[in-house]
């Protein structure tokens, strides 16, 4: 008589729950070559099209030209109500991308809903008329970029290896700036009111056609991660403040090094847009920010990510300490303004890097989202102080000098590696994270 096998046992839905929550870690993505890793931070240029150059340079001239007699006066109060939605909008976006299970990528689909929302948000902003209206406009473009990006930072840390990712922060530096640059030219559209339509197919063209690209690049390297709970139990009671803690103690000082270049550049960007500077001028400063930024990505691969940050946030507090002292010419301001604004490029791709080496990789999304909350939070910050008239031009310059030394003492001296990742990611067996 043959021996039939044992049926298994019948399993209670509590232990299989359990069981699936405690299988073993995911299998890492496919990482993607050289070429790939370029096609996917083309997603960065519309997202920067769309996001800082349209505050910037495209909302001033679309309130003038459709909110009516007092539109123009609008600015301050628009751009401070999209970084606030920005900032709240960007961790949780970036938790629930890391909480995706779908068929279709776990970070593809939101850059994917993102961008279409975003493209919504902006061909509502150019079809309204008034002030009201443009304000709903921006508050659904900022919210869709918030999406598309949750997903667009995080394949930083999914898809790219460690030695590469100061080249990933590098490339993502530089189509920001291309970004800032068609936001510009989209400006310029809009002061014809017989260019209005072009403005906007200008910027739906260059938000949708690179996050198209990107989509393209990563299909086949976007694998879902089971997520995981920060270690963090007074937050984990509360799902939407759980979005908002820092995964570990490095990673909030890399975050607070980032907000410190954004805010000084910004104050330094303020400064020397209110200077009599020659018509390049600008291009040249945009020059600086693209140089300084694959500068400090390729070298924080080579050199570490630390000696990286801390050059870059000196080099932006040495070039706004001399134009505070020494720049009496436009010349001078642009030569000394390019030297501010190379490193606090560098300084941002080389912490853009180490905070991919340091977010955990099953919550990299909502991480990086923080990170980039934090950003947002310090940008709001000096727009609220500028818009008091708290900063006149002395104290601006004083501050991103301020800022730029802090920024370059902010990380920890731990964990430091001779070449790649400057921190290596601290686990503990509570919070399952993966390097």
Known sequence: MVALPARPAKVPAAAASFTRIARPGPERAKPVDGLRLLLLSTAWLGLAAVTGGFLDNALPGLLGLRGGAQGSGWWAPAAMLALATAAVALPLAGRWSDRLQGMHGQRRTPMFFGGLLAAAGLGLGFAVEGVVGILAALLLLQVGAAVAQAGAQALLVDVVPTQRRGLGA???????????????????FLLAETGASRGLFLLLGALLLPLAIALAAVRGHDRPTPSVQPDMPILTKLPLLNAFAAPSRAFARAAAARACAVAGLLLLTRVLAGADLFASGSLVLLGAAAFGALAGGGMSDAMGRKPVVQSGGLVLAAGALLLLLL?????????????????????????????????????????????????????????????????????????????????????????????GAAFAVVTTKRSGALP
């Open 327 to 419: 720049a009496r010419t436009p010349t001078a301001m642009l030569v000394f303004g390019a030297l501010a604004v190379l490193g606090g490029a560098m300084l941002l791709a080389a912490t853009w890097a180490s905070l991919a080496d340091l977010a955990p990789r099953r919550e990299a999304g909502r991480s990086l989202g923080l990170a980039a909350s934090w950003a947002a939070c310090a940008a709001l910050a000096v727009l609220l102080l500028l818009a008091l008239g708290a900063l006149p031009e002395e104290g601006a310059l004083l501050g991103a000098v301020g800022l730029g030394a802090l920024a370059a003492l902010a990380l920890p001296g731990s964990g430091e590696k001779k070449k």
């Open 170 to 188: 590098g490339l993502k530096g530089l189509c920001e700036v291309a970004g800032v640059a068609v936001a510009g030219i989209a400006a310029g």
